[in-house]
């Protein structure tokens, strides 16, 4: 048997899936964190009628009608061609919207069962449906659910044999008419004055009074980073570097015999004797102090508040203030949730760009945030390397992407054919994040960063002693001066550092640390890592969500901005 969940964004589908599968996907509280369809077995049980069989379920993509205008929305189109049967997940605290999609489900004439989800939010704001009417009216079973607790969800199962085609009818013109009916019919709204959370909520929203909020949380989310990731780096990563895994590398290195070929592969180069774990540049020395020591404790923090603000339902707000903004970029407000994403990973950031509705947007979302949003990983880097000159470094170089991505944003609008759509959001209402949930989604984060993130970094420094040892860099660099030297004012050296780029950004950040550049140097390099290319996981992202005509184009458009932005850069702070 396959199970499709089906109903609008944001009602809680992919919670209803764990709770049903044990499957474990990332929840948020905006619409559209499902983009694709995830796939998962429940096991019926016995003890609730069943003969031991398993079902497969569908977390479709979440949908306002089966009309699509998204390709999120058509995955989920063609994924109701497939089912056995839908349970379609509804919002109790919505009941009239969500009931549009039911009614143009009941005339697929599959068998549904209908789950009223958030069915404890509609009590606390004073909404009660009569289940039986409503039963009543659409003739399939309906089952008041909770599934962040798990209410509900032993009927749900047990009465997932009794799912039916329904006769009810309609003329497809009388749809909303009949919508209203129904609702007429089984809920009762009972009057409550504001609450202070709802106060919130409108003055998140309004212009006046929503930016200088937003403008709050954006500093004290990166306040909060900066002090959790320090935090972490000083009294947790670096002790066990430094007074528990540095003696064990200096007797692996007495092991080994200083200078060979090994010894400088796995452990790098000693300095007086010691470990240097931010120059050694051996796969035990810096490739694991990269990922875990310097970049990992602002990677956690990230997400950590990342998490409390998609759960919070603060995201969808934003999106809302900054749409304005967005539109002359060629875009709406929803691209400010996978630029956010990217700030943490680009990977999953491109990926989200799949709420955007059309090519074009998707396009320009992608490249922007490829050559204009520093991912934490390199962040984190990027503050070790410039993070010495203060304010004024920081300053030039995350300035200078700001107006990349303004820029850029701006031409690529003009350029590329179409207009951007108009924002429709659904704003949910304020909730206090799940701690189970929030764990569960930072760790599933966590996890995956560094599932994905270490093979890589390895792999970047493997080769960056390869060919420094075989001294493929010298050939390199001679050949690529004048534009290294001459346009960005670069010394050679710095173009192993440029290559390995592709592999991963933070590596190649870590090799310019011992370069002793200059501080215009230090600014250009960091400037032109950050732009010129993305690291090859998310260029493969790109590839898949872009094509490879659409990819092309923006490697073009990157390594154009990346001469122009780090020419002038060169240029105008080059004698200071």
Same mark, same amino acid.
């Given at each position: ?10 009602v ?8 049903l ?5 990332i ?10 369809f ?10 609730l ?11 479709v ?20 061609k497939?089912g056995?049967?839908?349970?379609n997940?509804?919002?109790a605290?919505?009941l ?25 939010e ?12 409503l039963e ?12 962040i ?5 032993k ?5 997932i044999?009794?799912a ?53 949380v ?11 990731g ?7 990563c ?6 528990l ?5 200096l ?9 060979r ?21 051996g796969?035990l020395?810096?490739g ?6 310097a ?19 603060y ?12 539109h ?22 491109v990926?989200?760009?799949?709420i955007?509705e ?8 992608a490249?922007?945030m490829?050559i ?7 962040t ?34 003009k ?17 206090f ?6 764990v ?11 599932? #994905? *993130?270490?093979?890589w %970094? !390895? +792999? @970047?420094? /493997? ?5 420094y040892?075989f001294? &493929?860099?010298?050939?390199v660099?001679?050949?690529t ?10 010394p050679? #050296? *710095?173009?192993?550092? %440029? !290559? +390995? @780029?592709? /592999? ?8 310019? &640390? ?35 005509t ?7 458009f ?8 780090g020419?002038?850069?060169?240029l105008?702070?080059g004698?200071?």
């Open positions: 048997m396959k199970i499709l969940l089906m109903g609008n964004p944001n809680g589908k992919s919670v209803v899936f764990s709770r599968t044990g499957v474990h996907v929840t948020s509280n905006y619409p559209g964190t499902t983009v694709e995830t796939k998962g077995v429940m096991h019926l049980p016995e003890e009628g069943f003969s031991g069989e398993t079902a497969e379920v569908i977390d993509p979440g949908v306002y009608s089966l009309e699509p205008i998204s390709r999120a929305e058509e995955v989920a189109i063609e994924m109701l497939e056995d049967m839908v349970i997940v509804v919002n605290t919505n009239e919207r969500s009931l549009n999609l039911t009614l143009q489900l009941l005339k697929k004439r599959i068998p549904i069962i209908v789950a009223l989800n958030l069915w404890d509609a009590q606390h704001t004073g909404i009660k449906i009569n289940v039986e009417k009543q009216s659409l003739g399939v079973p309906c089952i008041p659910t909770c599934a607790t798990g209410e509900g969800f009927e749900l199962v047990s009465k044999k009794e039916k085609i329904a006769e009810y009818d309609y003329e497809e013109v009388e749809r909303w008419h009949e919508v209203g009916n129904i609702t007429a019919r089984v809920e009762e709204i009972s009057h409550r004055h504001h609450m202070f959370r709802e106060r919130l909520q409108d003055a998140s929203i309004s212009f006046w009074t929503g930016i200088p909020i937003a403008l709050i954006l500093f004290a989310t990166f306040q909060i980073i900066r002090f959790i320090e935090g972490l780096i000083g009294y947790v670096e002790p066990f570097f430094e007074n895994w540095a003696p064990l590398i007797k692996l290195s007495n092991i080994l015999g200083g200078d070929f090994i010894h400088n592969i796995l452990i790098g180069r000693l300095a007086d004797g010691k470990v240097d774990f931010g120059e050694s540049f796969l020395t810096t694991l102090y990269v990922e875990f020591g970049v990992l404790p602002y990677v956690f923090a990230f997400y950590l508040i990342l998490s409390f603000l998609e759960d919070s339902g995201l969808p707000r934003l999106a809302v203030l900054v749409d304005n903004i967005m002359r970029l060629g875009l709406h407000g929803m691209a400010i949730i996978p630029m956010m994403l990217g700030f943490g990973c680009n990977v999953p950031g990926l989200a760009t799949r955007m059309t090519k074009r947007e998707r396009f320009i979302a490249t922007l490829a204009a949003i520093p991912c934490m990983a390199k984190a880097m990027l503050i070790g390397l410039i993070g010495k000159y203060g304010a004024l470094g920081l300053g030039i170089v995350f300035g200078t992407l700001f107006i990349v991505l303004i820029i850029s944003g701006v031409f690529l609008n350029i590329t054919k179409g207009e951007s759509m108009e924002i429709f959001l659904e704003i949910p209402p304020y909730r994040p799940y701690f189970r949930l929030l569960k989604k930072i760790w599933m984060r966590i996890w995956w960063f560094i599932r #994905e *993130a270490t093979p %970094l !390895l +792999l @970047g420094v /493997l080769i960056a002693n390869i060919l040892a001294r &493929i860099i010298d050939v660099g001679n050949f001066a004048p534009l290294i030297s001459g346009v960005f004012g670069l050679e #050296e *710095a173009v192993g550092a %440029l !290559l +390995l @780029g592709f /592999l991963r950004k933070d590596v190649a950040v870590g090799m310019l &640390i011992p370069l002793n550049l200059t501080f215009s140097q230090t600014v250009v390099a960091a400037v032109v890592l950050g732009m010129y290319f993305p690291c090859v996981a998310t260029f493969a992202i790109m590839v898949k969500e872009l094509g490879v659409g990819m092309l184009r923006a490697t073009i990157m390594i154009i901005s990346t001469l122009l932005v020419g002038i850069l060169n105008v702070i004698k200071w």
